[in-house]
């Protein structure tokens, strides 16, 4: 779409783009800045109006705790403990007495108090139903009994089941002692009523003390109240009345066990975000003041709606601006663009009239040049045309001509190759011994090749070769050893005299070139024995493998033919029995790789090999070429395979001659086959 826009469209998109953009990149960090201010404002004042209530509080219990100790230190009550500790019943009764009528009323944030032995057993108290019960099992008692005269121990909050009630409170014990001895007489438990926490901390208590303020100007969600070192909610919320029910887990509860402090924003135990401060009092409690971060931000959607509003007029008429600014710029494009067309149609005297010496009007002027040079470069493209006509012409005929040669040049390759292949010997079948080979070509012709001769009656001859390179010379070459090695081994009887008279003719023919030298395997069978003669210059080692598995390597010395004029070839004597078979082949098939660059290597063509023991010579060619086949799946032939593989009759019996045995290497050999 923006591709067919007219530049004009493009240039006030542009522009109103940069300008909102611009204008959002300021107002969102304005607006930021405004919210991290004002966000530090309310942590800032959580933060005071939390270290104020923290002050009341921790001066709340502490009063509580001088309270307690000053009840304990009572003349009076000391005495009275003291002879109801030897018996004095009348002692009893005065005390409760007095508890009731002359120590509570002096503190009204007290709902009841006892005075038990050090045995936990309350002799006296504001409640006389509860004198007889037992304090032995509260901590709190335990905590008192241990401490030091004018000291007082503070509960957590827990549900008193004293007094007729079951509301939750704190107790405040301190120890009674003896004011002559010092001895520890019994202990005295305040029981503080937790509504005075929740006055102190919801602003009640200063409106009953009589200040004016109390719940002015104060925020709807704002709130404040105290969790236990257990988790649980111990003064009431406007979210939950449920004290010590109500689990409070949240970010500044966790953070007050380890002793660390916070204000920011979180998530409170309603799942409601708030904006907090937190203090950890001494005694494991946390105090949490809160405002509902909806109600805290709510000037900030104001802000956000009159940036709005005062921002949509100006970006208006800047953009109003914008368009009369790019009509004049755009105007004299537009006339290029008239031009220009014109030109395209063909009319090359075309003009543009030149009004300013800016950009635009240099790009006028440049434009009147290239008119007049459009209108030379007419004429002598005309010229050159008739030039380039005559020229392709010429080409044309070229083209023919090639076409003409490379059909007869693919004639010639197809014709190379049905004679490379007529002249490639028969499958050889007598009754003791039956040879079959196979040839792959890579290309229409190559230098791989077999030769099988019959010697005499009694003999016959094979060789696999493999002449180095492929193409029109490899054939050629591969020609001439089809044609010389018959005739040799007719002539010499012995695999290595013929394969050194064909290394004296290949290297009187073609020299020392180091890049034309042949491999080749000879073998030659004595069908009345067994007897089987190889020799190699230079060739992959063959098989003879027994109908059992057994296997032997046909592996004699011997250089490549043509790189030295006189080499010397040794001889490998075998002796094959019924069912034998011998395999020779060229590198090719273990050479050949497939797409992921694995070779089908020796131990692939073992395998294969091994599988097909037991079936007929064809029958195992045609299989390790199928298993050669599925490994090398769609990547095609690299390099010629010529592969060769003969059988002894299963009712022929040889002669095992006396010194034929494996040598170290084809034990090794059996070795590594036996452990695949």
């Given at each position: 779409?923006?591709?067919?826009?007219?530049?004009?469209?493009?240039?006030?998109?542009?522009?109103?783009?940069?300008?909102?953009?611009?204008?959002?990149?300021?107002?969102?960090?304005?607006?930021?800045?405004?919210?991290?201010?004002?966000?530090?404002?309310?942590?800032?004042?959580?933060?005071?109006?939390?270290?104020?209530?923290?002050?009341?509080?921790?001066?709340?219990?502490?009063?509580?705790?001088?309270?307690?100790?000053?009840?304990?230190?009572?003349?009076?009550?000391?005495?009275?403990?003291?002879?109801?500790?030897?018996?004095?019943?009348?002692?009893?009764?005065?005390?409760?007495?007095?508890?009731?009528?002359?120590?509570?009323?002096?503190?009204?944030?007290?709902?009841?108090?006892?005075?038990?032995?050090?045995?936990?057993?309350?002799?006296?108290?504001?409640?006389?139903?509860?004198?007889?019960?037992?304090?032995?099992?509260?901590?709190?008692?335990?905590?008192?009994?241990?401490?030091?005269?004018?000291?007082?121990?503070?509960?957590?909050?827990?549900?008193?089941?004293?007094?007729?009630?079951?509301?939750?409170?704190?107790?405040?014990?301190?120890?009674?002692?003896?004011?002559?001895?010092?001895?520890?007489?019994?202990?005295?438990?305040?029981?503080?009523?937790?509504?005075?926490?929740?006055?102190?901390?919801?602003?009640?208590?200063?409106?009953?003390?009589?200040?004016?303020?109390?719940?002015?100007?104060?925020?709807?969600?704002?709130?404040?109240?105290?969790?236990?070192?257990?988790?649980?909610?111990?003064?009431?919320?406007?979210?939950?009345?449920?004290?010590?029910?109500?689990?409070?887990?949240?970010?500044?509860?966790?953070?007050?066990?380890?002793?660390?402090?916070?204000?920011?924003?979180?998530?409170?135990?309603?799942?409601?975000?708030?904006?907090?401060?937190?203090?950890c009092l001494g005694n494991g409690w946390t105090l949490l003041a809160e405002i509902d971060e909806k109600e805290a931000m709510a000037g900030m959607e104001t802000l956000k709606k009159q940036a709005i509003s005062s921002t949509i007029p100006v970006v208006f008429v800047i953009l109003v601006l914008v368009y009369f600014l790019i009509r004049e710029i755009v105007k004299p494009v537009q006339d290029l663009t008239?031009?220009?067309?014109?030109?395209?149609?063909?009319?090359?005297?075309?003009?543009?009239?030149?009004?300013?010496?800016?950009?635009?009007?240099?790009?006028?002027?440049?434009?009147?040049?290239?008119?007049?040079?459009?209108?030379?470069?007419?004429?002598?493209?005309?010229?050159?045309?008739?030039?380039?006509?005559?020229?392709?012409?010429?080409?044309?005929?070229?083209?023919?001509?090639?076409?003409?040669?490379?059909?007869?040049?693919?004639?010639?390759?197809?014709?190379?190759?049905?004679?490379?292949?007529?002249?490639?010997?028969?499958?050889?079948?007598?009754?003791?011994?039956?040879?079959?080979?196979?040839?792959?070509?890579?290309?229409?012709?190559?230098?791989?090749?077999?030769?099988?001769?019959?010697?005499?009656?009694?003999?016959?001859?094979?060789?696999?070769g493999d002449v180095m390179g492929k193409g029109i010379a490899a054939a050629l070459v591969m020609t001439m050893m089809m044609s010389i090695l018959p005739k040799l081994v007719l002539q010499l009887k012995c695999p290595a005299d013929v394969l050194k008279s064909a290394n004296r003719d290949l290297f009187e023919r073609l020299g020392s070139d180091p890049m034309a030298f042949v491999t080749v395997l000879a073998?030659?069978?004595?069908?009345?024995?067994?007897?089987?003669?190889?020799?190699?210059?230079?060739?992959?080692?063959?098989?003879?493998?027994?109908?059992?598995?057994?296997?032997?390597?046909?592996?004699?010395?011997?250089?490549v033919l043509g790189v030295i004029p006189d080499p010397a070839y040794t001889v490998q004597e075998f002796f094959l029995t019924g069912s034998d078979k011998v395999v020779v082949y060229t590198d090719g098939i273990t050479d050949m790789q497939n797409a992921g660059g694995d070779r089908f290597g020796e131990e692939r063509f073992m395998a294969s090999l091994l599988k097909a023991r037991q079936s007929p010579s064809?029958?195992?060619?045609?299989?390790?070429?199928?298993?050669?086949?599925?490994?090398?799946?769609?990547?095609?032939?690299?390099?010629?395979?010529?592969?060769?593989?003969?059988?002894?009759?299963?009712?022929?019996?040889?002669?095992?001659?006396?010194?034929?045995?494996?040598?170290?290497?084809?034990?090794?050999?059996?070795?590594?086959?036996?452990?695949?």
């Amino acid at each position: 779409m923006l591709k067919n826009m007219r530049i004009g469209t493009k240039l006030l998109l542009s522009f109103f783009f940069i300008t909102a953009i611009l204008v959002l990149v300021v107002g969102y960090r304005g607006y930021e800045t405004a919210r991290n201010n004002l966000n530090s404002q309310i942590t800032d004042s959580l933060t005071l109006v939390t270290e104020a209530k923290e002050g009341h509080l921790v001066s709340f219990l502490e009063n509580a705790k001088r309270r307690a100790v000053d009840f304990a230190s009572d003349g009076f009550v000391r005495d009275s403990v003291w002879n109801v500790l030897k018996g004095d019943k009348d002692a009893a009764v005065s005390l409760t007495r007095h508890l009731a009528r002359n120590v509570i009323t002096l503190d009204p944030t007290l709902c009841g108090i006892h005075i038990a032995t050090l045995r936990g057993r309350i002799i006296a108290s504001t409640s006389t139903r509860d004198i007889g019960g037992g304090e032995s099992l509260d901590g709190y008692f335990r905590e008192a009994r241990r401490l030091p005269y004018g000291s007082a121990h503070l509960s957590d909050v827990f549900f008193c089941h004293y007094f007729g009630t079951k509301a939750p409170v704190i107790s405040v014990s301190a120890p009674i002692m003896d004011k002559n001895t010092g001895k520890r007489l019994g202990v005295l438990i305040n029981y503080v009523k937790m509504n005075q926490l929740n006055d102190l901390l919801s602003g009640k208590q200063q409106m009953v003390l009589g200040t004016l303020s109390g719940e002015k100007g104060k925020p709807d969600t704002l709130e404040m109240y105290l969790v236990n070192q257990d988790g649980f909610l111990i003064t009431e919320s406007r979210h939950s009345a449920a004290v010590l029910r109500q689990r409070v887990d949240t970010v500044p509860v966790r953070k007050c066990r380890t002793g660390v402090e916070m204000t920011g924003r979180y998530v409170n135990f309603m799942g409601v975000p708030v904006i907090g401060a937190s203090m950890c009092l001494g005694n494991g409690w946390t105090l949490l003041a809160e405002i509902d971060e909806k109600e805290a931000m709510a000037g900030m959607e104001t802000l956000k709606k009159q940036a709005i509003s005062s921002t949509i007029p100006v970006v208006f008429v800047i953009l109003v601006l914008v368009y009369f600014l790019i009509r004049e710029i755009v105007k004299p494009v537009q006339d290029l663009t008239g031009a220009a067309r014109k030109i395209g149609d063909g009319d090359l005297s075309q003009k543009v009239k030149i009004v300013s010496g800016d950009e635009i009007g240099c790009l006028g002027a440049l434009f009147n040049e290239m008119s007049d040079k459009l209108q030379a470069s007419r004429a002598a493209l005309e010229e050159r045309t008739g030039e380039l006509s005559r020229t392709v012409e010429a080409i044309g005929k070229l083209n023919e001509e090639l076409m003409r040669r490379q059909g007869f040049l693919d004639f010639q390759l197809d014709l190379a190759n049905k004679i490379q292949t007529s002249i490639l010997p028969n499958d050889y079948e007598s009754g003791e011994v039956s040879i079959h080979a196979r040839l792959c070509q890579a290309s229409e012709v190559g230098g791989d090749f077999f030769q099988i001769t019959e010697m005499d009656g009694n003999r016959v001859a094979f060789f696999v070769g493999d002449v180095m390179g492929k193409g029109i010379a490899a054939a050629l070459v591969m020609t001439m050893m089809m044609s010389i090695l018959p005739k040799l081994v007719l002539q010499l009887k012995c695999p290595a005299d013929v394969l050194k008279s064909a290394n004296r003719d290949l290297f009187e023919r073609l020299g020392s070139d180091p890049m034309a030298f042949v491999t080749v395997l000879a073998g030659i069978l004595d069908k009345t024995t067994g007897k089987l003669l190889c020799a190699s210059a230079g060739h992959e080692e063959g098989v003879v493998l027994s109908s059992s598995g057994e296997t032997r390597a046909i592996s004699p010395d011997g250089m490549v033919l043509g790189v030295i004029p006189d080499p010397a070839y040794t001889v490998q004597e075998f002796f094959l029995t019924g069912s034998d078979k011998v395999v020779v082949y060229t590198d090719g098939i273990t050479d050949m790789q497939n797409a992921g660059g694995d070779r089908f290597g020796e131990e692939r063509f073992m395998a294969s090999l091994l599988k097909a023991r037991q079936s007929p010579s064809i029958v195992l060619i045609n299989q390790i070429l199928a298993d050669a086949a599925v490994f090398l799946k769609e990547e095609k032939l690299a390099d010629d395979i010529a592969l060769l593989a003969l059988e002894m009759a299963p009712h022929f019996v040889g002669k095992t001659h006396p010194h034929e045995g494996p040598s170290a290497a084809l034990h090794e050999l059996q070795g590594q086959i036996a452990r695949r």
